[in-house]
């Protein structure tokens, strides 16, 4: 199948393993964790697990594209991620461009959207240039939407909402009492965005590491022991699976 399915034009075929095409998350969200562990259970360096789940994110896109989802968010880098050594920070901002180059045609060519959501502004100048150049060369894709999080932060996000908010009420524009949920929802970067429907997180972590904080509230959580590289599409749809169960017992009481 050359067509990630998705949006506005919906594989004809449902999947063998999800009966219940009606309720299909829209979103998913994903903490990519143990490639650190991966690798070192290999005694490899913990490069060549990054580099390795590298192939799990298009394994992972392929298959949200197949059954039908939306919007797919990956947590590739968090503001607390600057804190690693330096020669892995490093390692990782090349991952951007280490992907793009690989996959950027194949996304284009099979419609997907490429977008972002953190603070670019401290990213090395090489990684931003090759985000932007995907985003820019996506924009008019109407398929599934690959939502990268790139130093991004969910307390962070947040503060930056008050202070416009704060701005707002001192220059007299804002009263405190006419401030409401969607009007916050409205000013965050996942404006553009619904909440996600689901969030996975690999590795065996049970936490949110500061993602998505707002966004989360009412999301299914799907937490599997499976490290990262090792995740697969088949692990994927069990999680999806798993999520339609659990809507349909919350449809029945
Ligand atoms: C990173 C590889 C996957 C495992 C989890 C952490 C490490 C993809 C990207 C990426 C980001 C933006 C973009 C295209 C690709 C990425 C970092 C780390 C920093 F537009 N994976 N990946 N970025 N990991």
Do not use: C
């Amino acid at each position: 199948m050359d067509q990630f399915f998705s949006r506005k034009e919906k594989s004809s075929e449902s999947h063998p393993n999800l009966p219940d095409q009606d309720n299909i998350p829209s979103h998913i969200a994903i903490i990519m964790d143990g490639n650190g562990r991966w690798a070192k259970s290999r005694g490899l360096p913990r490069s060549a697990g990054h580099r390795e789940g590298l192939k799990t994110i298009t394994e992972v896109v392929e298959k949200s594209g197949e059954i039908g989802v939306d919007y797919l968010t990956l947590y590739a880098f968090s503001t607390e991620n600057w804190k690693r050594p330096k020669t892995e920070v490093e390692f990782l901002m090349k991952l951007p461009e280490r992907f793009l180059h690989k996959e950027l045609p194949r996304l284009k060519k099979n419609n997907v959207q490429v977008k972002t959501i953190g603070d670019p502004s401290v990213l090395p100048q090489h990684t931003r240039r090759a985000v932007e150049k995907a985003v820019q060369e996506t924009a008019g894709n109407t398929g599934l939407i690959l939502n990268f999080a790139l130093n991004y932060g969910g307390r962070q996000e947040l503060v930056e909402v008050v202070r416009d908010f704060g701005e707002e009420i001192r220059n007299g524009t804002l009263q405190p009492d006419d401030i409401t949920e969607e009007m916050l929802s409205g000013r965050l970067l996942t404006k553009d965005i619904p909440d996600p429907d689901l969030l996975i997180r690999t590795s065996g972590e049970i936490r949110l590491s500061n993602f998505m904080l707002w966004q989360l509230a009412y999301s299914e959580f799907w937490f599997t022991d499976v490290l990262w590289p090792d995740f697969t599409g088949s692990d994927l749809v069990e999680a999806v699976q798993r999520y339609q169960q659990r809507k349909r017992r919350y449809g029945g009481v």
